[in-house]
C-alpha cells in the first residue's frame, strides 16, 4: 500500500479482526499479532489487502518471490 490514508486503513482493518492487532507499521511492512494456529490468517490478510486497494482504486503488485 502506498504511504497515507490506504496503508493506514489497511492496519486499522486488520487490527478489527478478531485475535490480531496490527503493531508496527514502516514504510515497507506491516507487522500483526495474530493468535490462530490454523495458518489461514495469511491468505485472509492478503484478500482484505486488496480489497482495501480496490477501495482507493490502487492496483496491487505481488512479488510472486515472496510467497
Known sequence: M???LPR???????SLLPGTLSVELDEEHLRVHV????GAFASELAMI???VARLFGL??????SEE
Do not use: K, S
Not at 493506514?8 to 486488520?14: C, D, G, I, K, L
Not at 493468535?35 to 490454523?38: P, R
Not at 492496483?59 to 510472486?64: F, K, M, Y
Open 8 to 14: 493506514v486503513f489497511m492496519a486499522n482493518t486488520v
Open 49 to 51: 489487502e486488496v480489497r
Open 35 to 38: 493468535l490462530d494456529q490454523t
Open 59 to 64: 492496483n496491487l503488485i505481488t512479488d510472486e
Open 2 to 4: 502506498p504511504p497515507g
